[in-house]
């Protein structure tokens, strides 16, 4: 059975159940499997005429091995179907410039988080039963937009766990929260906080850290859990679709079998190009891997100069999902390229001094498989706009990054991009790049740039404005533990 270990030196080995279930480790670590398992290009090749879900239980079953392989089977099944994602999960389009993009955006809430969130609830659910708790868990969940979404949908009515969502009143979209008010399911809760998301993060930390409310909670059967994409739970799920995309760009005849293709990804807390990094690993010929950043180019910095400096000005961007400081699964990285130890000393100097430099060997190791990049506000406008008048496409901003930091990036081989949002869940900004206009209602946005681009929006976010608002409940911070316990 495969065992997992904790980023940080911790000893204790975990089932990759037990993992899911535990989240981060006692010593702050991150699990990691103790190696990488092997894909060979006959195993991809097989792939090549199987559904996203068969992919998906082929992949997972080298890392979930102690998953019953009926359950994992159905577990795919249902966390990928036609009524979820649509007749393809995660499919690949072809651009003029000759770039592949894969669009991970077609699940509910319409962003890539739920290539990992539609099926980690369930993969939970089933830990609990593995391990024979039966507790029910309580998510915790402090989001700035979408993660709040992608987890409530994600949970909704599954067996054994609750979740509760905190966001702040004012620091969300209008679209992100009625997203968020109008969910559906037995089990889910939202409340908005007075205050910023630094409020909301910093109260969730504290509940989770509070001996007296987990004493409480037990007393009526629960314990707390995350849905945070430190869990191994939502990073082997992104695993897939790399794996996808490369059967997908062989069907395609973009490539041959065992051709290498680079990857550019919209990067943020690190967790979906490390996905890429493992499956690079693991054989598939992926050989670039480009790290693309905003403005917020803390990451574009650190490939460059080996210094990861948090001690910056912080901006505000049209790829919010992008404005991070601190990349945490970068340390899953650093593990993979040194040593526990190493983590350690690293980590310990970023909560202190808020800035690390690792040695000269070390980088030159991460740049054998990464490069970074960065791209401004403008670029990033003039490239939706690019994008759209070459190939009548339209993008994201998030995905926008990632288009431009690749056309830098192009070299000979075939490239592969991530586009990891629908553009309508950004139509003010999407609307403003192309036709340099603001609607006064956020929503009314949505319409006209169907409009003005002749495609159709997401029917979760076309039907948005109609939805029924269920929970207005709003608190200050200092009662969000109560929260908690009444929940
Ligand atoms: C979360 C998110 C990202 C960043 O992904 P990471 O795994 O955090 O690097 C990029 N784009 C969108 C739209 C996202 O929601």
Redesign the pocket.
Known sequence: MMKYYSTRGDKTALSSAEAIKKGIADDGGLYMPESIPSLTLEEVESLIDKTYSERAFYVLSKFLDDYDSETLKKICEVSYNEERFGKEAAPVVKLQSGMSVLEL?HGPTC???DMALQIMPRLLSSALVMTGEDKTALILVATSG??GK?ALEGYRDVDGVKILVFYPEKGVSGIQKLQMASQEGNNVGVVAIHGNFDDAQTGVKKIFSSDGIRAKLLEKNTFLSSAN?INWGRLAP?IVYYVSAYCDMVKQGTIKLGDKIDVT???????????AYIAKKMGLPLDRLVCASNKNKILSDFFETGVYDRRRDFFTTT?P??D?LI?S?LERLLWAASDCETVKGLMAELSEKGVYTITPELLARLKADFSGGWCSEEDCAATIKEVFESDKYVI?P??AVAVKCAKEAQGENKMLVVS??SAY??APAVLKALAGKEEKEEFDSISSLSTLTNTTAPTPLATLKDKKVRFTDTCDKEDMPEKVLKF
């Open positions: 955006w962003a890539f988080k979408d993660t992608a994409s992104q990804v919209p990067t943020g807390n690190f967790g979906d190009i490390f996905a790829s999902s992008m991070i990349s699964n994201d998030h995905t990891t949002a869940k950004f």
